[in-house]
């Protein structure tokens, strides 16, 4: 599958960059495509393209603050998930939403 | 309602993101300037705010820190209000804020400055239509004016002067408190804790804003208070690496480098690679360090001069600079000592299986939404 996804602290220092590695550290080792925009204190950092976001299967959210640009994401399943949990079990979490992403589309 | 909570959080912490380097930039600068004046044996450079000369520099530059600290409530006004409603806000947001300083309404005015303005620019922004031609003058004209309007009128003529009272009384109270060695003991055991409790997190910066929302209106030292405690955990964990290296990971033995860094510097999510390891143990350990330490450092009597400089070498911006170095001694090295007796950070599957705060997928929380 393909996800995009935001990650954002208050600091902007540790969290935002320790989550996106996390998600992304992740999908290499379940297989999934997995690009996360970090929006922290150098401002946006690997932004994520149009094209990226209209291919994705679902977007993933873990901020603890509101984040820029989420006009982006219009239409797309959108999964916010906790900072804390992203950072310490990332291939938990993304397996998690992996598999709800797979359960939505087998009902439609 | 969770929801609701959820967000309201996220615009204020949205708000303190941007309060941030400004007043980080301030204080460093205050204190640069400070020193300058140190040096040449004065304690008060606003003697000089007429007279010529390296002090009159000085003099300038300090009050170049304080327009940055000063920023404050304008900048947390504006940026509640921007993460509420986007640009539209700004313009109520900046003017509450401002009005939140000029009334004495401070901090708390600020907030609620913010938060009024972005939800009246959503409002106006959604129920206020005009037809044909006209339409073009909602953005520019009639939203800005009814927002900046009822901002101003809620700021100034209505919640200004009983904010203002309730700011000052609460500033009284909380001097008066300072006052108080055994007061100033608990109320640094509880910052301390809170700065300590998730690293960077919501608590972290709570405690934090709390410190820095007193020091704009000279009340100095919790502010210490929470610079000491800041330097606790990751000082902590880098001296923890050294004191049993075998204890280690090689990636977190060179985690540890990077911690000590920090520790000095004063940035707390150093720990977080650490902590992560076995949560349920190390937190409540951080937390106890960091109450301790910046306990320890007002015991002994670290006092407030001027506006405190964080990170370790800010004990020359504290009156009885050792005590707050050794306060921090004492909390980095009940974590140095605690962290290692009470988890192995190298065997990855011991550590995972003893005490993970998350288990299996049960425990994560996913959030559906779609825009």
Not at chain 2, 56 to 65: D, P, T
Request: aromatic fraction near 8%; include cysteine; charged fraction near 15%.
């Amino acid at each position: 599958m393909k996800f995009v996804g935001i990650t954002s602290c208050i600091a902007g220092l540790a969290h935002t960059p320790m989550a996106a590695k996390a998600l992304e550290k992740a999908g290499v080792k379940l297989g999934h495509e997995v690009k996360i925009e970090q929006q922290g204190a150098m401002g946006i950092v690997n932004q994520l393209k149009a094209s990226e976001i209209s291919e994705a299967d679902a977007v993933i959210i873990a901020a603890d603050q509101s984040i820029e640009g989420e006009d982006r994401f219009k239409g797309k399943p959108i999964i916010r998930v906790k900072l804390g949990q992203v950072v310490s079990n990332g291939e938990i979490v993304l397996s998690k939403i992996a598999k709800a992403i797979a359960d939505k589309k087998k009902m439609h | 309602m969770k929801n609701k909570v959820h967000e309201f959080k996220n615009h204020l912490m949205s708000g303190i993101s941007y309060v941030l380097p400004v007043i980080i930039a301030g204080s460093l600068v205050v204190a640069v300037a400070k020193i300058v004046g140190f040096l040449f044996g004065e304690t008060d450079l606003n003697a000089f705010a007429d007279s010529g000369g390296m002090l009159h520099y000085a003099y300038l530059f300090e009050q170049v820190g304080w327009t940055a600290i000063g920023l404050l409530n304008i900048i947390l006004g504006a940026y509640i209000a921007h993460s509420i409603s986007g640009k539209p806000g700004l313009a109520a947001g900046l003017v509450g804020g401002a009005l939140a300083s000029s009334t004495n309404a401070g901090f708390l005015g600020a907030v609620l400055a913010g938060f009024f303005a972005g939800w009246l620019t959503n409002w106006v922004k959604n129920n206020v239509k005009l037809e044909g031609s006209f339409a073009s003058a909602v953005p520019l004209i009639i939203l800005p004016l009814i927002t900046v309007g009822a901002t101003g009128i809620l700021m100034a003529l209505i919640l200004g002067q009983p904010l203002g009272w309730l700011n000052t009384t609460l500033l009284e109270w909380i001097t008066d408190m300072t006052q108080s060695s055994t007061n100033n003991v608990v109320l640094a055991a509880i910052l301390g804790g809170m700065i300590a409790f998730d690293m960077g997190g919501p608590v972290n910066k709570a405690a934090w804003m709390a410190g820095n929302a007193l020091l704009i209106s000279g009340v100095y030292l919790p502010a210490i208070m929470v610079n000491a405690a800041i330097c606790v955990p990751p000082l902590g964990y880098g001296l923890a690496t050294l004191v049993k290296k075998n204890n280690f990971s090689n990636e977190l033995k060179e985690s540890g480098k990077g911690s000590l860094i920090m520790g000095i510097i004063g940035i707390t999510e150093g720990a977080i690679p650490f902590t992560l390891k076995s949560p349920l143990k190390l937190i409540p350990l951080n937390v106890v360090a960091g109450a301790a330490g910046s306990a320890t450092a007002i015991l002994l009597g670290a006092h407030d001069v001027m506006p405190p400089v964080g990170g370790v070498y800010g004990f020359f911006s504290v009156g009885s600079g050792w005590a707050y170095v050794i306060g921090i001694l004492v909390g980095a090295l009940i974590i140095a000592f605690g962290s290692n007796a009470l988890v192995n950070f190298n065997d990855e599957k011991q550590v995972a299986s003893q005490a993970e705060v998350v288990k299996s997928e049960d425990d994560i929380e996913l959030d559906f939404d779609t825009l």
